[in-house]
C-alpha cells in the first residue's frame, strides 16, 4: 500500500533514570514538568494521528494521567531511546507508515516541526529524517553535549560527532564560526516503518559505541538519514545548565 502522511505516530520515549540530571523528565520548568512542555508541543501536529508516551516509571504514568496523556508501560532497560520506541510500536500493534521518535527532554518541540520532519522524509528516498540547526557560538560547538552533524549537497548526513566536525585545518579556532557554516543535530527522528522495524536487527556500531550516538548505527549500515535544517528555538534538557537555559527562554518570551 501507498505511505500517505497522516499514517503517523508520535512516541516520546521518557525514561525516569537520566544519568547527567537527575529525574529530568519530571523537573519543574516554569511551573510544568519538562515531560509536559515536551507532550503539549508535540499534540500541535496536525498529521501525527496520536501522541504516546513510552516509559519505564510509574511516575511518569501518573503525570500522564493527571494531563490526559496516552501512554505505554515498558520494561525497564534499553540500549537507546530509538530501541524503547521499537518496542513501544510493536507492543502497540500499530501500523503507521511514519513513526516519529519525539525525545522527552525537548520541551520547546512544535507540531509544525514535527509535521516538516514527515513531510520530508514522505518527499525523499532517505530512510529517516532529523532536524538541524545552525551553531551560532563556539561555546556551542566546543561543548560535548551538543552532537554536531556535517552533511552532504543533498542534506544527507554523513556523520555525527559531539566534536567540532568539520575540523577546519587552515585556519585557528576562533576564527571557525565566521569562515564556516557548523550545525547542531536536534534528537527527534521520523522514521519510515519499515526503517524503525529493522533497526532492531542491527547491532550497536563502532562508531555508534565510541560517540554514543545511537544515529551512527544507522550511518554504519548504509541507512540515509535526510537533515532537516530549521529556525526553531529548540534546548535539549541535559544539564542544570540547559534547564536553566530554558527557564531564562521561557521568562524572555513572557517579558517581551
Not at 519538562?34 to 504516546?52: C, D, F, M, P
Not at 552532504?152 to 564556516?180: E, G, H, Y
Request: proline residues 4%; charged residues 25%.
Amino acid at each position: 500500500m501507498e505511505e500517505r502522511v497522516d499514517n503517523s505516530i508520535g512516541i516520546i520515549p521518557a525514561r525516569l533514570g537520566s544519568t547527567r540530571l537527575k529525574r529530568k523528565l519530571l523537573l519543574d520548568l516554569c511551573g510544568k514538568p519538562v515531560l509536559q512542555w515536551t507532550w503539549e508541543g508535540a499534540s500541535k501536529s496536525s498529521l501525527l494521528k496520536k501522541i504516546i508516551v513510552a516509559t519505564d516509571s510509574n511516575e511518569i504514568a501518573e503525570l500522564c494521567l493527571s494531563i490526559g496523556a496516552e501512554y505505554i508501560l515498558t520494561k525497564g532497560n534499553f540500549q537507546s531511546g530509538t530501541d524503547r520506541v521499537l518496542w513501544a510500536f510493536k507492543e502497540l500493534n500499530d501500523s503507521s507508515d511514519f513513526i516519529v521518535n519525539i525525545q522527552g527532554d525537548e520541551p520547546f518541540v512544535n507540531g509544525p516541526l514535527l509535521d516538516s520532519l514527515v513531510l520530508s522524509l514522505y518527499s525523499s528516498r532517505a530512510d529517516v529524517s532529523t532536524p538541524i540547526s545552525r551553531i551560532n557560538s563556539i561555546e556551542e560547538l566546543l561543548d560535548t553535549s551538543v552532537v554536531k552533524v556535517v552533511f552532504a549537497n543533498d542534506k544527507l548526513a554523513l556523520f555525527f560527532s559531539r566534536q567540532p566536525i568539520p575540523f577546519v585545518r587552515d585556519l585557528p579556532m576562533d576564527m571557525w564560526m565566521t569562515n564556516f557554516e557548523f550545525y547542531k543535530h536536534i534528537g527527534l527522528y521520523c522514521f519510515r516503518r519499515q526503517t524503525l522495524l529493522e533497526y532492531s536487527q542491527l547491532l550497536p556500531s563502532k562508531l555508534e559505541i565510541a560517540e554514543k550516538l545511537e544515529q551512527n548505527r544507522l550511518l554504519e549500515n548504509g541507512r540515509k538519514i535526510l537533515c532537516v535544517p530549521t529556525d526553531a528555538k529548540l534546548i535539549s534538557i541535559d544539564t542544570p545548565n540547559d534547564l536553566q537555559k530554558a527557564r531564562d527562554f521561557i521568562i524572555s518570551r513572557i517579558s517581551s
